[in-house]
């Protein structure tokens, strides 16, 4: 994929003193100079990032089961008999503080239905960033189910945060992150070249009377592979676009240059004020569920009974889902506050602040009243979750999981099938051939530069690498034999 630099002679598909190349066949490829730039970086950033997307992929689709893992691994502390009259939420909270030695609860999440438990988090610096020390208590006895750490606001437990961590960074840490940003930041170029190459394909076999369909007349084993792998992604192309949109927002790159457009649009998720001195709230954060957390880390000492008043008072207002957090003040001057949490369609993040000196909500925040793309966020990051519509999303997220790795790996087979120990050049398909980038006209050259430039510094990893594409096929070009070898 030199795509910057003219071949050296005697590349393969590359112009060569000693090689006839017919006028008709030049002026074709110079027509055809964006269907060879796009197979070239379709290829090169097919075997390249080949890698992360199909870890991505595993991950992810084991992601998307992970809320039956864990149902069945800690069905101890997540699940009770169906209670018909809970205890006060106050004697529940009681309970668990004793549990914890009487220290003050950060979060309490009463229980959602009459089988589940309620959570209460405790702040622990003893584990990690965003973790929290969470007593399950049975609502009906006030009975300690369990008692585990729990990550983010979504409270995964240890299963799932190992899993989340894997597909968010291979459990690496913050260096890790570098893996799923190439590979959400590629997945979208990769799907939209292989779509438009795929249609070109079609167009073109039509256009000879070869074939009236996508799927060839002539079937062998590669072009058979080659229709498994087009046709699939022609029709997951819109999942795959939409999972890499949503995937760069939690990148630590690409997702700063996000959340800084999203400021500058007005597009950031309101946030609900609990100062009590009048003081603007900032705004609050989409991606709790599936990274940091969101909650305190400390808290004054807290009453119990208040639980009780904060939840009542809340429910007579406009807090109506049935999985609600709901928090102490943080510190001296702010209020308690009660979120709707649940992220279920229809998806609602209602919420009230109340003053625990008068007992009055001081600030109110409707979701009806959030701009559209603060709802498109929500329901975007939930539905990358699987959760937005229970089973049938995480078996539909499933389902792209093992596409896209389905075609990861028939995008290797086909490589293989044409491997240079074969004796054919590097591409998926007929060869394209170098420096036919810069045989276009030079308005489409200069676009073609902007663009990467510009997509380059919106999402610095896909720039990088990009470049490293183009310095990689350079040095493949310079290094080829004049007979073609590599």
């Known amino acids: 994929m030199t795509l ?11 112009p060569d003193a000693s090689t006839s190349t017919p006028p008709d066949t030049r002026e074709a490829v110079e027509r055809g100079w964006f269907r060879a730039f796009l197979l070239r970086i379709h290829f090169y950033a097919g075997i390249l990032a080949g890698p992360f997307l199909l870890i991505a992929a595993i991950s992810g689709g084991l992601y998307a089961m992970a809320p039956q893992l864990e149902s069945a691994i800690y069905a101890r502390e997540l699940h009770v008999p169906a209670v018909a009259d809970p205890l006060p ?22 229980a959602p239905g009459p089988e589940d438990t309620t959570r209460v988090l405790f702040a622990d610096k003893t584990l990690g960033e965003s973790q929290y020390r969470t007593v399950f208590v049975d609502p009906g006895t006030a009975g300690i189910r369990g008692d585990l750490p ?4 979504s409270g995964a437990l240890p299963v799932r945060t190992w899993i989340s961590n894997l597909h968010r960074s291979l459990n690496l840490g913050e260096p890790g992150r570098a893996y799923s940003e190439l590979a959400a930041s590629w997945l979208w170029v990769i799907a939209l070249g292989g779509l438009l190459l795929w249609i070109d394909s079609i167009r073109r076999k039509r256009g000879t009377n070869r074939a009236r369909t996508a799927k060839p007349r002539k079937v062998n084993g590669r072009t058979r592979t080659l229709w498994l792998h087009g046709t699939t992604g022609t029709v997951l192309f819109l999942a795959f676009m939409f999972l890499s949109a949503t995937g760069l927002t939690w990148s630590a790159n690409a997702g700063a240059n996000v959340s800084t457009l999203r400021t500058a649009l007005d597009w950031t998720t309101p946030g609900l004020n609990t100062t009590l001195t009048g003081a603007e709230a900032a705004p609050a954060g989409d991606h709790a569920g599936h990274g940091s957390g969101g909650v305190s880390a400390t808290s004054p000492s807290v009453d119990p009974a208040m639980f009780d008043t904060v939840s009542s008072m809340a429910r007579a207002d406009i807090i109506s889902a049935p999985m609600i957090d709901i928090k102490p003040p943080a510190k001296p001057g702010t209020a308690w506050s009660v979120t709707e949490t649940g992220r279920e369609w229809p998806a609602s993040a209602s919420a009230v602040s109340i003053d625990p000196a008068t007992g009055q909500i001081t600030n109110r925040l409707d979701f009806d ?6 709802k498109l966020t929500r329901w975007g990051i939930a539905a990358h979750m699987g959760l937005l519509f229970g089973l ?3 078996l539909a997220l499933l389902a792209v999981a093992v596409g896209l790795a389905a075609m990861v790996a028939w995008g290797y087979v086909m490589w293989w099938k044409r491997r240079p120990t074969r004796g054919s050049a590097w591409a998926a398909g007929r060869p394209a051939p170098r420096g036919a980038f810069l045989r276009a006209h030079w308005a489409g050259v200069l676009a073609a530069i902007t663009v990467m430039v510009a997509l380059g510094l919106f999402l610095p990893l896909l720039g990088w690498s990009l470049l490293a594409f183009i310095v990689l096929d350079t040095a ?5 034999k004049p007979s073609g070898r590599r």
Do not use: E, I
């Not at 910057?4 to 590359?14: C, E, I, M, N």
């Not at 009243?369 to 603060?374: K, M, Q, R, V, W």
């Open 392 to 394: 049938p999303n995480q």
């Open 476 to 480: 493949v070009g310079c290094w080829s």
């Open 4 to 14: 910057l630099t003219k071949p050296p002679a005697g590349t393969p598909g590359a």
């Open 89 to 110: 939420l106050s004697a529940q909270v009681k309970a668990a503080m004793d549990h914890a030695g009487g220290a003050a609860p950060v979060m309490v999440r009463p």
């Open 150 to 153: 729990t990550y983010g606001s």
């Open 369 to 374: 009243d959030f701009n559209l793309a603060a």
